[in-house]
């Protein structure tokens, strides 16, 4: 029996509900200037994927990468959001 999979689609999981708050709070707290780092980060994490020979370790680097790049996206759907008033805006 090959658990791989199911570790795979947990992992897969937990990382996307991991960057829902990650967005917004980034976004709250340094606002959508801050997706650079979101971009080195996951191009980073993806290049390490493709030299990791793990069977459960490449794909969830993988998909930890490619969460990077879509919170890019994120952020700039999170600003909008912030200003339709559906989240707080920080004091300044």
């Avoid at 658990?3 to 937990?14: A, D, K, P, Q, R």
């Avoid at 990791?52 to 879509?70: A, D, N």
């Avoid at 952020?75 to 008033?85: P, S």
Wanted: aromatic share 14%.
């Amino acid at each position: 029996m090959n658990i791989n999979g199911i570790i795979i689609g947990l992992c897969s999981f937990l990382i996307i509900g991991i960057f829902h708050p990650i967005v917004i709070k980034s976004e709250f707290h340094f606002g959508k200037k801050v997706w650079p780092l979101f971009l080195i980060v996951g191009v980073a994490l993806l290049i390490v994927s493709l030299f990791i020979k793990h069977s459960i370790g490449s794909p969830v680097l993988g998909v930890t990468g490619f969460s990077c790049l879509w919170s890019i996206k994120e952020l700039f759907e999170q600003e909008r959001r912030v200003q339709k008033g559906w989240f707080p805006k920080k004091e300044k």
